[in-house]
């Protein structure tokens, strides 16, 4: 659109005035600190400028814990991040956390070029390392919601509660297409069907960073406002697909496989922007993902275009070789070479940025490659505006915790419950709803009353843990179903009831709830090779629903074998790892909200059958991928 000689000349006095003012302050125009100027004309100025010291420092993430004002000036630190339960101190509050990562700011801007850090966190379903924060249900359970607006309305929650704590960067989400669910991250995937996870992707990326414009360039990374967050899809590529479900292990499939199963969502990802990619630990056909320069830099690179910058898992150069750090000088050159852009080397800085300094000094890693690292770590950095804002905005406090993203995630709960069965068989009436009318009513199991339990992994701590304590804010199960229930209803709460006491008081009893699933864990502590329901999870089922009509609901992060217990309960709702709001079960339980939820993921009757997933050619389920029984609501409140 052609500019009026009127607007060119009010443009040409603005420019004009600009250059005036700095010549009077005395000060040079610089073209990177003109937020006017195109954002690669930006990137390359400010890379001209910087030594081969400064370039390497931006291309280093360092934890928290080591980040001091002297650390981030001397070594040029690019970034910094928050391992799993790493906090400035407990029960931590918004302003606190602001506060550190201002002061770790304001020592990235005193540097020669005033570069400033980008602080990462794993934000993976809510800010789940901060206290007080709104818990989301884990990605297996969004994907039984199969509800995408709801999923980025969550992406946008996560990030306001991100930003309100000064964090601008989270490593979500994860896209992985788990295919195995004795994985022990197969709750941070929304499915095992790859058009279902490309579908959750896209709308959690517009969510967390924003809705990219019609005509964005593919691949360009794009953060749209000062509540939106740069996203991290992971773990680059096949995570979810390796042997027997191995955290970490070997992902063996050909090459056409791996693309059509495991790289749709990366894509979706780079179409909507995402700003960063993480890789995976694992291999791909005995080739490390770290080294692997056919899919970092051939493919993720340069076929799907990406423009973002590719960022490693924890610590992930140490694991190339074995036994770790043993050839570390080696293992740094194959990652830079693959493609690998900033590396997470929470404490061993000083031994890398010395390593990468000798190595370009030397001619074994081309000035070229870091030069193209650190501009994708500009890029970024530029998208999102932290040249202009680089500090924390203490006016965004209120969003930690705040009761709208709280509502979001209570209608989440509800959304991703699945009813796998209502009613014995023979039975002339549907086991749910539950009258809120009951005179009597049991509630057992270990996690009817247990915030910790219902949260999972990734949740103030990076394994998680048992109990009320942990999150600040929530509703268990059991809270939520006194508030549910009629204020003449009287609600014994056993967590693991006597049989033979049971037997004498069950007539008592019009129902009971019975709550009962996997602790929680992460990562490779969540690898199960028999994904049986920890004890005394089964003697709690038989010995309640053999005496007491029964719901059970199932809280894990993945489906158990269930099959032996079925015959006994009279309902079963797989309630996934719904987090914080409890309330959101028993919206469902007694009837406000009708079931809808679907199976994410084939549910097997036993584990010698797995690996199955919906299409295999041998596939005989207990309850088939895209399962669930639904209910209307019953009309009362």
Request: a positive charge.
């Amino acid at each position: 659109m052609a500019r009026s000689p009127a607007a060119t000349a009010v443009a040409c006095l603005l420019v004009a005035a600009v250059f005036l003012t700095t010549a009077a302050a005395g000060a040079e125009y610089v073209k990177y600190k003109d937020p006017k100027q195109p954002i690669n004309e930006r990137v390359q100025d400010l890379l001209s400028r910087m030594t081969l010291e400064e370039k390497i420092g931006q291309m280093s993430q360092i934890e928290r814990a080591n980040a001091t004002t002297e650390v981030i000036e001397k070594y040029f630190i690019g970034s910094v991040l928050s391992g799993g339960g790493s906090v400035p101190a407990e029960k931590a509050t918004a302003s606190v956390w602001q506060k550190m990562i201002t002061a770790m700011q304001k020592a990235a801007l005193k540097t020669r070029l005033g570069i400033p850090i980008i602080y990462g966190i794993d934000a993976v379903h809510g800010n789940n390392n901060v206290y007080n924060a709104t818990i989301f249900p884990h990605n297996i359970g969004l994907g039984a919601t199969r509800d995408p607006t709801l999923v980025k309305r969550i992406g946008e929650a996560t990030a306001h509660e991100a930003r309100a704590t000064g964090i601008p960067y989270t490593f979500a989400p994860c896209v992985a297409v788990c295919r195995d669910p004795r994985w022990g991250r197969c709750y941070e995937s929304y499915s095992e069907d790859t058009r279902l996870v490309q579908l959750m992707t896209s709308n959690m990326v517009t969510g967390l960073q924003g809705d990219v414009p019609a005509n964005h360039p593919k691949g360009v990374p794009f953060v749209g406002g000062s509540k939106k967050v740069a996203g991290c899809a992971k773990h680059f590529v096949g995570d979810g697909g390796t042997q027997r479900g191995i955290n970490e292990n070997n992902t063996v499939l050909s090459f056409h496989d791996l693309m059509r199963i495991h790289m749709p969502p990366y894509d979706n990802a780079v179409i909507k922007g995402i700003s960063t990619v993480m890789i995976s630990y694992s291999s791909f056909n005995g080739v490390k993902m770290h080294e692997n320069k056919n899919l970092i830099t051939d493919t993720l690179k340069n076929k799907m275009n990406f423009r973002g910058f590719v960022i490693t898992d924890w610590q992930a150069v140490d694991r190339i070789t074995n036994p770790p750090h043993q050839h570390y000088y080696h293992s740094i050159q194959e990652t830079i070479h693959a493609g690998i852009d900033m590396v997470m080397i929470p404490y061993d800085y000083p031994e890398f940025v010395a390593d990468l300094v000798k190595q370009v000094k030397q001619g074994q890693i081309r000035l070229d490659r870091v030069n193209d690292a650190v501009s994708r770590i500009l890029r970024v950095k530029f998208t999102m505006g932290l040249f202009e804002d680089p500090l924390p905005d203490p006016r965004l406090h209120k969003e930690l915790g705040a009761q709208e993203h709280r509502a979001i995630a209570r209608e989440a709960v509800r959304k991703s419950l699945v009813l796998l069965k209502n009613g014995k068989k023979g039975d002339k009436q549907a086991m749910l709803p539950l009258s809120k009318k009951a005179k009597k009513i049991l509630v057992a199991g270990s996690h009817a009353h247990d915030l910790g339990n219902q949260c999972g992994g990734w949740t103030i701590k990076r394994q998680g843990e048992s109990g009320n304590n942990l999150t600040g804010v929530g509703t268990t199960i059991l809270e939520a179903i006194k508030k549910a229930v009629s204020k003449n209803t009287t609600v014994d709460f056993v967590e693991r009831p006597d049989k033979d006491d049971l037997a004498k008081s069950a007539g008592d009893y019009e129902y009971a709830v019975v709550a009962v699933g996997e602790p929680p864990y992460a990562e490779t502590a969540g690898d199960n090779q028999n994904l049986t329901i920890p004890a005394p999870g089964p003697e709690v089922i038989k010995d309640v629903c053999g005496l007491v009509k029964c719901v059970v609901l199932l809280v894990s992060g993945r489906p158990l074998v269930v099959q032996p217990y079925v015959d006994y309960m009279d309902a079963l709702v797989a309630a996934w790892l719904p987090g914080t709001e409890g309330q959101g079960v028993s919206d469902v339980l007694f009837g406000d909200y009708g079931f809808t939820g679907k199976l994410p993921r084939t549910w097997f009757k036993t584990v010698d059958q797995l690996p199955m997933n919906y299409g295999d050619k041998r596939y005989d389920p207990l309850f088939p991928f895209g399962y669930g029984i639904t209910t209307k609501a019953a009309g009362h409140k």
